[in-house]
């Protein structure tokens, strides 16, 4: 899973940058209709989010940016999620000129999850060592994103989105015995 990795803070307070830093998505929104930034070209005709919705899936590597309000923003989201894993391993991030927010990359609430133990919880374990490095705690933020890593690399605790069975619980065990391996043995 890749990603695009931006400069941080946008200014103009209506437009800003969403996204994952090193897995998942980014999206810059703003007023008007979708635009498009296209490799190598930065003119290009606007399409509606219908249209451009199958372009993400049969081709998704034809954009480095995407432009569009919120609304459509949301739409794109939540289907470039579902290309790279699904709603519960995508981190977010949103930057304005004063502020910053970190919370999952999709708006995807899984209601049905609810008190039953069973949600991913990688998407807001990697926003918040995202937010870790915005903060300027590297050491931090990279232990958190590194025993995330680890444990879905290792494949053995997986969660019911992953092709696995376990719980929420027993993934978060996991990550956290993969952050300080020697203190908890």
């Known amino acids: 899973m890749g990603g695009f990795r ?103 609430p899984f209601s049905q999850a609810m008190g039953r133990n069973i949600a991913n919880p990688t998407a807001m374990l990697l926003s918040s060592a995202n937010m870790l490095r915005h903060l300027n705690l590297e050491f931090h933020s990279n232990l958190i994103s590194e025993a995330v890593r680890k444990v879905i690399k290792l494949g053995k605790v997986r969660t019911r989105d992953m092709g696995g069975y376990s719980t929420t619980s027993d993934f978060l065990k996991s990550v956290i015995d993969n952050l300080h391996p020697a203190r908890l043995r």
């Open 6 to 108: 931006g400069t941080g803070k946008v200014g103009g307070g209506r437009e800003g940058m969403g996204g994952s830093g090193t897995w998942g998505i980014r999206w810059v929104w703003g007023s008007g209709h979708v635009r498009l930034a296209l490799r190598p070209y930065l003119d290009r005709p606007s399409p509606t989010v219908y249209s451009l919705s199958p372009q993400l899936v049969s081709n998704p590597y034809q954009y480095d940016v995407l432009v569009m309000p919120n609304l459509y923003g949301n739409i794109i989201d939540n289907l470039a999620a579902g290309l790279v894993g699904g709603a519960g391993v995508v981190p977010g991030e949103s930057f304005s000129a004063e502020y910053a927010v970190f919370e999952t990359g999709a708006r995807h």
